[in-house]
Structures are given as C-alpha cells and as structure tokens.
C-alpha cells in the first residue's frame, strides 16, 4: 500500500509543530508561511492517495483544484469546504517558499488542517468500508 497518506500526516504534524509556541515561539511570519506550505502538502498527499486508493493514476501537480476534480468525476465526495479552499490552498504550495510578499494567516493554516482531518477520516472510513483496516497495526503474515 502507497505510503502517501503516512507522508501526507507527516507534512501535518510538521505544520502543527511550526505552529505551536515550541515550533514558533516568535510568532515569526515566515515559520507560519513555512507551516502552510506543509499543510498543502498534507492535502495533495492525502488527495493523491485517495486517487491511488480508487485505481487510479493521479497526476503529477501541485494543484488541489485538479485533484479534487478527478476523485469527485470517480465517486469520491470532497466537502464544500475543502472544494471552496482548495485554490487558494493550492497557490501555497509556491508562495510560501518563493513570493517575499507572501503572508497567510495563521488561523487560514489551522482550519486548512482541519480540512485535512476531514478529509483524513473520510479516506479512513472508506477503507475500512472496503475491508481494509489502516487503524490498527499490520500483523506479521503466519507460518
């Protein structure tokens, strides 16, 4: 099984950290920047992962808005807010790391991360509707 989704939470622990007092502690604009540039990532994984999940080949691009697109043309239901998002979220996946005047507010960093959860548990359900349980620990094979 493709190790996005396990990438995917990592980009979001480490967006968590930078926004924490311990990751930030001086409140510093370009650590939050840095923190979005994580959570897009978090959501292009996760998006991609599902892509894989339905059997599909997902398409090498930064763009939330396509990716969205194509689980929603083969079955997979993204939320409003996410769809509603998913532009904006996408352009910081570049100006975070490369635009000076780039500066996103750190309570749009922290509800795009709830997005992500959402989202999350939506793929999680649906594996375990399709017989897959990603929550629990993989046993050693027998014998």
């Not at 979220?89 to 709830?114: G, L, P, T």
């Not at 548990?121 to 509707?129: S, W, Y």
Request: proline share 4%; aromatic share 6%.
């Amino acid at each position: 099984m493709s190790s996005l989704l396990a990438r995917a939470q990592a980009d979001i622990d480490i967006a968590k950290l930078l926004l924490s007092p311990q990751g930030n502690p001086g409140n510093d604009e370009m650590i939050t920047d840095q923190a979005a540039y994580h959570v897009q990532q978090g959501l292009e994984k996760a998006l991609k992962y599902q892509t894989e999940m339905l059997g599909i080949e997902y398409k090498r691009t930064h763009n939330l808005v396509g990716l969205i697109s194509d689980l929603e043309k083969n079955g997979f239901a993204i939320s409003d807010k996410l769809k509603e998002k998913s532009f904006i979220i996408s352009d910081w996946e570049a100006s975070s790391r490369y635009n000076d005047d780039f500066c996103v507010v750190k309570k749009d960093v922290e509800e795009a991360i709830m997005l992500y959860e959402e989202l999350k548990e939506k793929i999680l359900l649906q594996l375990e509707f399709q017989g897959l349980n990603p929550r629990s620990p993989a046993k050693p094979p027998e014998g």
